[in-house]
């Protein structure tokens, strides 16, 4: 069973910068993607980047440019860089691992989410 365990959510000024991690747990296999989504109340969760155990990566148009994901294998782990924060990031962020287990079926497990506020 595999468990995600997020942090370096917080409080910031607009323009300002953060840095998310996501560690796991338990047995990784090698077909997997990890990924950050967010959801600010009333709203649909919507993903904002996505990188893949071979390091592929895929972001949301509105964070393109200002995010940046990457992974550590070895470490289990994804991060999450946010730079030039927006008042519209403001959302709780979740850490997402979606991984194609031993008997090829696809097992999805969420962090617990993180809280990103920006705000002057």
């Known amino acids: 069973q595999v468990q995600l365990v997020e942090s370096g959510g917080g409080l910031v000024q607009p323009g300002g910068s953060l840095r998310l991690s996501c560690a796991a747990s338990?047995?990784?296999?090698?077909?997997?993607?990890m990924g950050w989504y967010r959801q600010a109340p009333g709203k649909q969760r919507e993903l904002v980047a996505d990188i893949t155990s071979g390091s592929s990566k895929v972001y949301a148009d509105s964070v393109k440019g200002r995010f940046s994901i990457s992974r550590d294998n070895a470490k289990k782990s994804v991060y999450l860089q946010m730079n030039s924060l927006k008042p519209e990031d403001t959302a709780v962020y979740y850490c997402?691992?979606?991984?194609?287990?031993?008997?090829?079926?696809?097992?999805?497990?969420w962090g617990q989410g993180t809280q990103v506020t920006v705000s002057s």
């Open positions: 997402k691992l979606s991984m194609l287990n031993s008997r090829g079926r696809w097992d999805y497990y």
């Open positions: 338990g047995t990784i296999f090698s077909g997997n993607i």
